[in-house]
Protein backbone atom coordinates (compact mmCIF):
# COMPACT_ATOMS: atom_id res chain seq x y z
CA UNK A 1 0.00 0.00 0.00
CA UNK A 2 1.21 3.72 -0.89
CA UNK A 3 1.31 5.78 1.85
CA UNK A 4 -0.04 9.68 0.94
CA UNK A 5 2.18 12.37 1.61
CA UNK A 6 -0.42 13.65 4.49
CA UNK A 7 -0.65 10.26 6.01
CA UNK A 8 3.52 9.89 6.23
CA UNK A 9 3.35 13.42 7.82
CA UNK A 10 1.33 11.94 10.51
CA UNK A 11 3.37 8.96 10.33
CA UNK A 12 6.34 10.83 11.21
CA UNK A 13 4.72 13.14 14.24
CA UNK A 14 3.65 10.08 16.14
CA UNK A 15 5.20 9.77 19.36
CA UNK A 16 8.03 7.29 20.38
CA UNK A 17 8.34 4.99 23.24
CA UNK A 18 11.87 4.81 24.87
CA UNK A 19 12.01 2.32 27.43
CA UNK A 20 14.85 1.87 30.05
CA UNK A 21 15.72 -1.15 31.73
CA UNK A 22 17.76 -2.69 34.44
CA UNK A 23 20.79 -3.08 32.56
CA UNK A 24 24.17 -1.69 32.56
CA UNK A 25 24.81 1.52 29.89
CA UNK A 26 22.32 3.40 30.97
CA UNK A 27 24.19 5.96 29.12
CA UNK A 28 22.83 4.95 25.88
CA UNK A 29 19.25 5.45 27.77
CA UNK A 30 20.32 8.96 28.83
CA UNK A 31 21.85 9.89 24.82
CA UNK A 32 18.73 8.24 23.59
CA UNK A 33 16.50 10.57 25.26
CA UNK A 34 18.44 13.94 24.62
CA UNK A 35 18.88 13.26 20.38
CA UNK A 36 15.17 12.38 20.23
CA UNK A 37 13.87 15.46 22.27
CA UNK A 38 17.00 17.65 20.46
CA UNK A 39 15.33 16.59 17.11
CA UNK A 40 11.48 18.02 18.17
CA UNK A 41 10.33 14.44 18.78
CA UNK A 42 7.23 13.38 20.93
CA UNK A 43 8.48 10.86 23.30
CA UNK A 44 6.90 8.60 25.83
CA UNK A 45 9.34 7.33 28.30
CA UNK A 46 9.26 4.42 30.55
CA UNK A 47 12.07 4.15 32.89
CA UNK A 48 11.72 0.21 35.02
CA UNK A 49 12.23 -0.12 38.23
CA UNK A 50 15.27 -1.95 37.57
CA UNK A 51 16.62 1.27 35.86
CA UNK A 52 16.20 3.55 38.60
CA UNK A 53 18.13 0.82 40.77
CA UNK A 54 20.95 0.80 38.11
CA UNK A 55 20.92 4.54 37.71
CA UNK A 56 21.56 4.52 41.28
CA UNK A 57 23.22 1.56 41.87
CA UNK A 58 26.23 2.85 39.08
CA UNK A 59 25.82 5.87 38.87
CA UNK A 60 24.18 7.95 42.40
CA UNK A 61 21.56 9.76 40.77
CA UNK A 62 18.18 9.03 42.13
CA UNK A 63 15.36 9.29 38.97
CA UNK A 64 12.16 10.59 40.09
CA UNK A 65 9.69 7.51 40.46
CA UNK A 66 6.83 10.87 39.71
CA UNK A 67 5.82 11.27 36.48
CA UNK A 68 6.21 15.24 36.82
CA UNK A 69 8.92 15.24 38.93
CA UNK A 70 11.04 13.20 36.44
CA UNK A 71 10.00 14.87 33.15
CA UNK A 72 11.61 18.05 35.32
CA UNK A 73 14.36 16.22 36.02
CA UNK A 74 15.48 15.43 32.36
CA UNK A 75 14.47 18.79 31.45
CA UNK A 76 17.37 19.99 33.83
CA UNK A 77 19.52 17.55 33.45
CA UNK A 78 19.79 17.47 29.59
CA UNK A 79 19.34 21.45 29.49
CA UNK A 80 16.82 20.84 26.50
CA UNK A 81 13.53 22.28 25.92
CA UNK A 82 12.45 20.56 22.69
CA UNK A 83 10.26 18.49 22.15
CA UNK A 84 7.62 16.46 24.01
CA UNK A 85 8.69 14.55 27.15
CA UNK A 86 5.65 12.98 28.63
CA UNK A 87 7.17 10.34 31.65
CA UNK A 88 5.23 7.44 32.79
CA UNK A 89 5.34 5.73 36.20
CA UNK A 90 7.30 2.47 36.23
CA UNK A 91 3.78 -0.05 37.15
CA UNK A 92 1.19 2.46 36.26
CA UNK A 93 -0.40 0.16 33.53
CA UNK A 94 -3.29 2.19 33.01
CA UNK A 95 -1.08 4.81 31.21
CA UNK A 96 -2.56 5.70 27.68
CA UNK A 97 0.00 3.57 25.68
CA UNK A 98 -0.61 0.96 27.77
CA UNK A 99 -3.30 0.60 25.02
CA UNK A 100 -3.18 -0.60 21.62
CA UNK A 101 -5.64 2.48 20.67
CA UNK A 102 -3.12 4.91 21.27
CA UNK A 103 -0.99 5.00 18.24
CA UNK A 104 2.60 5.35 18.11
CA UNK A 105 5.85 5.01 15.76
CA UNK A 106 7.39 2.40 17.81
CA UNK A 107 9.25 1.59 20.60
CA UNK A 108 12.88 1.28 21.55
CA UNK A 109 14.43 -0.24 25.02
CA UNK A 110 17.61 0.57 25.78
CA UNK A 111 19.63 -1.16 27.80
CA UNK A 112 16.78 -4.51 27.56
CA UNK A 113 17.92 -6.10 31.01
CA UNK A 114 17.43 -9.99 30.42
CA UNK A 115 14.76 -9.76 32.72
CA UNK A 116 12.66 -7.96 30.54
CA UNK A 117 13.63 -10.04 27.86
CA UNK A 118 12.57 -13.13 29.11
CA UNK A 119 9.02 -11.54 30.26
CA UNK A 120 8.16 -10.15 27.02
CA UNK A 121 9.09 -13.34 25.48
CA UNK A 122 6.25 -15.25 27.44
CA UNK A 123 4.15 -12.36 27.30
CA UNK A 124 4.02 -11.64 30.37
CA UNK A 125 3.52 -7.93 32.07
CA UNK A 126 4.15 -7.35 35.37
CA UNK A 127 4.98 -3.44 34.51
CA UNK A 128 4.33 -0.72 32.27
CA UNK A 129 7.08 -1.69 30.20
CA UNK A 130 5.83 -5.36 29.50
CA UNK A 131 2.19 -4.10 28.66
CA UNK A 132 3.62 -1.60 26.06
CA UNK A 133 6.04 -4.37 24.62
CA UNK A 134 3.23 -6.89 24.10
CA UNK A 135 0.87 -4.00 22.55
CA UNK A 136 3.83 -3.41 20.27
CA UNK A 137 3.88 -6.78 18.88
CA UNK A 138 0.12 -7.73 19.05
CA UNK A 139 -0.48 -3.88 17.16
CA UNK A 140 2.35 -5.42 14.50
CA UNK A 141 4.49 -2.17 15.72
CA UNK A 142 7.43 -1.32 15.64
CA UNK A 143 9.64 -3.00 18.66
CA UNK A 144 13.75 -2.98 18.97
CA UNK A 145 15.15 -4.09 21.53
CA UNK A 146 19.08 -3.30 22.84
CA UNK A 147 19.70 -6.68 25.37
CA UNK A 148 22.97 -5.88 27.28
CA UNK A 149 24.29 -9.16 28.96
CA UNK A 150 27.06 -10.91 28.47
CA UNK A 151 27.95 -13.70 27.60
CA UNK A 152 24.27 -15.18 26.77
CA UNK A 153 23.06 -17.96 28.16
CA UNK A 154 21.00 -20.51 26.23
CA UNK A 155 17.72 -19.02 28.24
CA UNK A 156 18.89 -15.72 26.75
CA UNK A 157 18.94 -17.13 23.33
CA UNK A 158 15.92 -18.70 23.44
CA UNK A 159 14.14 -15.34 24.63
CA UNK A 160 15.32 -13.60 22.04
CA UNK A 161 14.63 -15.80 19.60
CA UNK A 162 11.07 -16.07 20.31
CA UNK A 163 11.19 -12.18 20.43
CA UNK A 164 12.42 -12.16 17.06
CA UNK A 165 9.95 -14.43 15.55
CA UNK A 166 7.15 -12.74 17.14
CA UNK A 167 8.52 -9.58 15.02
CA UNK A 168 10.79 -7.60 17.42
CA UNK A 169 14.06 -6.33 16.08
CA UNK A 170 16.87 -7.48 18.09
CA UNK A 171 19.72 -4.68 18.11
CA UNK A 172 22.66 -5.63 20.86
CA UNK A 173 24.95 -2.51 21.55
CA UNK A 174 27.66 -3.95 19.90
CA UNK A 175 30.23 -0.93 19.10
CA UNK A 176 31.80 -0.57 15.18
CA UNK A 177 35.71 0.00 14.95
CA UNK A 178 35.60 1.15 11.33
CA UNK A 179 34.37 4.69 12.85
CA UNK A 180 37.69 5.05 14.20
CA UNK A 181 36.28 6.47 17.32
CA UNK A 182 37.93 9.07 19.14
CA UNK A 183 35.93 8.64 22.11
CA UNK A 184 33.24 6.90 24.51
CA UNK A 185 30.74 9.54 23.42
CA UNK A 186 31.49 8.86 19.63
CA UNK A 187 30.89 4.87 20.11
CA UNK A 188 27.57 5.50 22.29
CA UNK A 189 26.53 8.16 19.64
CA UNK A 190 27.02 5.47 17.34
CA UNK A 191 25.16 2.91 18.98
CA UNK A 192 22.30 5.70 19.72
CA UNK A 193 21.66 6.72 15.95
CA UNK A 194 22.18 2.91 14.71
CA UNK A 195 19.40 2.01 16.87
CA UNK A 196 16.97 4.65 15.90
CA UNK A 197 17.81 3.73 12.55
CA UNK A 198 15.56 1.01 12.71
CA UNK A 199 12.51 3.55 13.62
CA UNK A 200 13.36 5.60 10.42
CA UNK A 201 14.93 8.27 12.32
CA UNK A 202 18.43 9.62 11.13
CA UNK A 203 19.02 11.37 14.72
CA UNK A 204 22.22 12.64 14.08
CA UNK A 205 25.26 12.74 11.30
CA UNK A 206 27.92 9.78 12.10
CA UNK A 207 30.29 8.13 10.28
CA UNK A 208 28.72 5.19 7.86
CA UNK A 209 30.59 2.77 5.91
CA UNK A 210 31.87 4.33 2.62
CA UNK A 211 29.03 6.93 2.51
CA UNK A 212 29.87 10.53 2.49
CA UNK A 213 25.92 10.95 3.42
CA UNK A 214 25.45 12.49 7.10
C1 LIG B 1 24.11 -2.29 38.90
C2 LIG B 1 23.29 -3.34 38.21
C3 LIG B 1 23.60 -3.68 36.90
C4 LIG B 1 22.86 -4.64 36.23
N1 LIG B 1 23.18 -4.94 34.93
C5 LIG B 1 22.44 -5.84 34.25
C6 LIG B 1 22.73 -6.11 32.88
O1 LIG B 1 23.62 -5.53 32.28
N2 LIG B 1 21.92 -7.00 32.23
C7 LIG B 1 20.88 -7.64 32.84
O2 LIG B 1 20.18 -8.41 32.17
N3 LIG B 1 20.58 -7.40 34.15
C8 LIG B 1 21.34 -6.53 34.88
N4 LIG B 1 21.05 -6.27 36.19
C9 LIG B 1 19.95 -7.02 36.84
C10 LIG B 1 18.58 -6.40 36.59
O3 LIG B 1 18.55 -5.04 36.97
C11 LIG B 1 17.49 -7.16 37.35
O4 LIG B 1 17.38 -8.47 36.83
C12 LIG B 1 16.15 -6.43 37.33
O5 LIG B 1 15.21 -7.21 38.06
C13 LIG B 1 15.65 -6.23 35.92
O6 LIG B 1 14.38 -5.63 36.01
P1 LIG B 1 13.70 -4.89 34.78
O7 LIG B 1 13.93 -5.75 33.59
O8 LIG B 1 12.27 -4.79 35.15
O9 LIG B 1 14.34 -3.56 34.64
C14 LIG B 1 21.78 -5.30 36.88
C15 LIG B 1 21.46 -4.95 38.20
C16 LIG B 1 22.20 -3.98 38.85
C17 LIG B 1 21.85 -3.61 40.27
Known sequence: MVMQPDERTSERSMPIVLAVSGASAQQLAERSLQLLLENQRHVHLIFSRGAHEVWNAELGVQVPVDPEAQASFWRERLQCDRGVLECHRWNDQAASIASGSVRTRGMVIVPCSMGSVGRIAAGIATDLLERVADVHLKEGRPLVLAPRE???NLIHLRN??????????????????????????DMVDFLVVRLFDSLGENLKPIKRWRSDQP
Do not use: K, N
Not at 166 to 173: E, K, L, T
Open 150 to 152: MPW
Open 160 to 185: LTALAEAGARIAPPIPAWYTQPESLD
